[in-house]
C-alpha cells in the first residue's frame, strides 16, 4: 500500500522494506533477499540508495543483499555516467565491512588475497587477470573502479539526520533521521514520513515455489532443480540443485529462500551431506540460508571461501575468525579429482566476473553410468574469444574451459544467462547429447530435441 503526497510517495515493499519516491531520487529502506526482483515486479522506480537497520540478518538471510541493487544502478540506470554515486546509509561500525562485501563479490579478491587463502599462486595470478578484465572500467578505459569510486557509504548513528539528495533548482532537499536501529523519519521539503524496518517474520518470494518430494533414496544419481534463473527475474528463483548421489543429498549452491524450497520438497536441512559453493554473487549464496547448527561440511575452493567469509563477517559483524566456525570447510583443489561418495568429482575455475567454479560429476549404478557436467556461471564462446586476443585470459585456460565437453555427458547443464558475463545458449544447441540451459528465462525461440530450458521443480536423471 502507498502513502502519497502531490510530491512523494513510500510504497511498502515487504515486512522490513519500504520505496521512498521521489522527484529527487528513489530510496530504498531495508535491503532483504530479491527486493530488487519486487520492485520489478511491481513496475516501481529503481532505488540509487539504499538504508539499513542495524540488524543485517533475519530468519537465516541477509538484510543487507545490496548486491542486485548496485548492479541495476550500474548497469541499466547508468548512474556513474551520469556522475552520480550509489549510495548506502548505515551505522559508522558497519561501512567498511559493507564496503569490503560489495568489493569480493563486485570485483572479486586480489591475486595475494587468494595466495594467502590457499589458491596456488599461478591460478590466483590467471583468476584475478580475468577478474581485473571484466571488471567496470572507468571512461571506457583501462583502469577498474575500486569500490568507494561507485558506492557513497554515509555513516548514521540513532539521533543522526543526514541528507541524502541536497535541494536543487526548485527541488526541496530529501533527509533521513534514525529515530532507533531499525526506525527512520525521512522528509523531503514539508513532507515527512515514518518508517519501521523492523522484522517479525520471514518474508514470501515474490513467485511461486514449485517443488515436489525430493527423492533421497539409494540406487540414484539425479538433481531436482531449485532455480533456474537470476536475480533479474522477478518470475523464477535463481540458480541452485538438490542432487542425488547414490542416497546421499548434495546441494550445489544456495538461492534465496533455501528453507522454503526445502521445506517444499520434504527435505529437512539436518539431512543434507554436503554443500558445494560455486561462488559468492547473491543469486546463488543468500549468505546466512547456509547457516545450520550444527555446521554443515561446506565444499569450495580457497577464494571463493574467503570471499563467504567476508561477506559473513558483513553481515553478522563478527571477524573472519569468528565468521569460520558457521561450516566445516573442505578445500576443493581443482588440480585433483575429489570423491564424493562414490562419484568422481572434477571441479574447474570457469571464467566470470569474481572466481567461480563448475564441476564434472561421474557415476556408475546397477550397471549405468551418468557424467554430468555443470557449467556453473561462465562467459560465452565470443566473449571469451575476445577476451583471449586482449589479454584478458591467458592460451592456457582458453583452452582449458573451451576443451571441457567431449561428448561423453549424460547430462550438461550450461550457462545461457547471456549478458557481458554469461553464456549463450546458441554456442551448444547443436551439440550431442541432453543439455539444459540455465540462468535465465528468456529463451523464447524452439530449441532442438533434447535441448531445454530447464525449470524450478524438474527431476534430472544423470543415469543413461
Known amino acids: 500500500m502507498a502513502q502519497t503526497t502531490k510530491n512523494a510517495r513510500l510504497e511498502k515493499l515487504t515486512e522490513g522494506s519500504f520505496l521512498f519516491c521521489s522527484p529527487q531520487g528513489n530510496v530504498l529502506l531495508g535491503c532483504p533477499p530479491e527486493i530488487l526482483k519486487r520492485i520489478l515486479a511491481a513496475s516501481l522506480p529503481m532505488p540509487d540508495t539504499v538504508v539499513l537497520p542495524e540488524m543485517l540478518h533475519h530468519f537465516h538471510s541477509s538484510q543487507a543483499c545490496l548486491e542486485f541493487p548496485l548492479y541495476h544502478f550500474l548497469f541499466v540506470q547508468r548512474g556513474l555516467e551520469r556522475k552520480r554515486m550509489f549510495q548506502v546509509l548505515a551505522y559508522a561500525r558497519q561501512c567498511d565491512a559493507l564496503a569490503e562485501m560489495l568489493r569480493v563479490t563486485v570485483f572479486g579478491p586480489t591475486a595475494d588475497e587468494m595466495v594467502k587463502a590457499g589458491t596456488p599462486p599461478q591460478v590466483a595470478t590467471e583468476l584475478f587477470q580475468e577478474t581485473d578484465y571484466l571488471a567496470l572500467k572507468k571512461g571506457g578505459g583501462k583502469h ?249 585470459v591467458s592460451q592456457h585456460r582458453f583452452d582449458q574451459v573451451n576443451g571441457l565437453i567431449n561428448g561423453r555427458e549424460t547430462l550438461v547443464l550450461m550457462d545461457a544467462g547471456g549478458g557481458a558475463i554469461h553464456g549463450d545458449y546458441r554456442d551448444y544447441v547443436n551439440l550431442p547429447g541432453r543439455i539444459g540451459f540455465m540462468h535465465t528465462g528468456l529463451i523464447q525461440e524452439p530449441l532442438p530435441k533434447g535441448k531445454e530450458l530447464i525449470s524450478s521443480g524438474e527431476v534430472l536423471d544423470v543415469l543413461a
Open 144 to 392: 577498474s573502479y575500486v569500490t568507494r569510486e561507485m558506492i557513497n557509504f554515509i555513516p548514521i548513528e540513532s539521533g543522526e539526520r543526514k541528507i541524502v539528495y541536497p535541494s536543487r533548482q526548485l527541488l526541496a532537499e530529501v533527509a533521513l533521521e534514525r529515530s532507533a536501529p531499525a526506525k527512520f523519519r525521512v522528509t523531503y521539503g514539508e513532507e515527512a514520513y515514518e518508517i519501521d524496518l523492523t522484522v517479525t517474520q520471514a518474508p514470501e518470494p515474490n513467485y511461486t515455489i514449485r517443488q515436489t518430494s525430493f527423492d533421497a533414496s539409494p540406487g540414484r544419481f539425479g538433481l531436482q532443480v531449485l532455480g533456474r534463473s537470476n536475480g533479474f527475474d522477478p518470475r523464477d528463483p535463481a540458480n541452485g540443485y538438490l542432487i542425488n548421489i547414490d542416497g546421499k543429498i548434495v546441494l550445489w549452491d544456495c538461492p534465496a529462500y533455501l528453507h522454503r524450497h526445502l521445506k517444499a520438497m520434504r527435505v529437512d536441512p539436518g539431512r543434507i551431506d554436503a554443500l558445494i559453493l560455486s561462488h559468492v554473487h547473491e543469486d546463488h549464496i543468500d549468505v546466512a540460508e547456509s547457516l545450520r547448527d550444527p555446521p554443515h561440511d561446506l565444499h569450495a575452493t580457497p577464494e571463493v571461501y574467503f570471499s563467504l567469509l567476508v561477506k559473513l563477517a558483513a553481515v553478522y559483524s563478527c571477524s573472519l575468525e569468528e565468521a569460520k566456525k558457521f561450516h566445516r570447510w573442505h578445500p576443493i583443489d581443482i588440480t585433483q579429482p575429489m570423491d564424493l561418495f562414490g562419484a568422481k568429482v572434477e571441479f574447474f575455475h570457469s571464467v566470470h566476473a569474481i572466481p567461480a567454479i563448475g564441476c564434472r560429476m561421474e557415476m556408475a549404478l546397477a550397471g549405468k553410468r551418468g557424467l554430468l557436467h555443470l557449467s556453473g556461471d561462465h562467459l560465452c564462446r565470443e566473449a571469451l574469444a575476445k577476451m583471449k586476443n586482449e589479454g584478458g
